[in-house]
Nanobody, 115 residues
Framework: QVQLVESGGGLVQSGGSLRLSCAAS????????MKWYRQAPGKEREWVAQ???????NYADSVKGRFTISRDNAKNTVYLQMNSLKPEDTAVYYC?????????WGQGTQVTVRS
């Protein structure tokens, strides 16, 4: 079965940093566009960042300049380095593998930023 396993979430002070990891199995990792989404309480899930199979990256305006997405195809893992964290970054962060015709989701990892 396809599995995306996230790790690295936690509690951090405003201005601090965290690195999230998402380890994939059961798919041909290098052929997928990998994305990070987040969902805060009472709000809809929003797209945060993506990296294509060719290595091209894109970011939501709210995180541009602070977050960096990267992938290690040898380890079947995608990362999200989060710097200068703000309370509004508090959310459950989800890893997503987007291919055709299917997309897959991780279980989510909680990130809480204290003011």
């Amino acid at each position: 079965q396809v599995q995306l396993v996230e790790s690295g979430g936690g509690l951090v002070q405003s201005g601090g940093s965290l690195r999230l990891s998402c380890a994939a199995s059961g798919l041909t990792f290098s052929s997928y566009v990998m994305k990070w989404y987040r969902q805060a309480p009472g709000k809809e899930r929003e797209w945060v960042a993506q990296v294509t199979a060719g290595g091209s990256t894109n970011y939501a305006d709210s995180v541009k300049g602070r977050f960096t997405i990267s992938r290690d195809n040898a380890k079947n893992t995608v990362y999200l380095q989060m710097n200068s964290l703000k309370p509004e970054d508090t959310a459950v962060y989800y890893c997503n593998a987007r291919g055709l015709p299917y997309a897959y989701w991780g279980q989510g990892t909680q990130v809480t930023v204290r003011s």
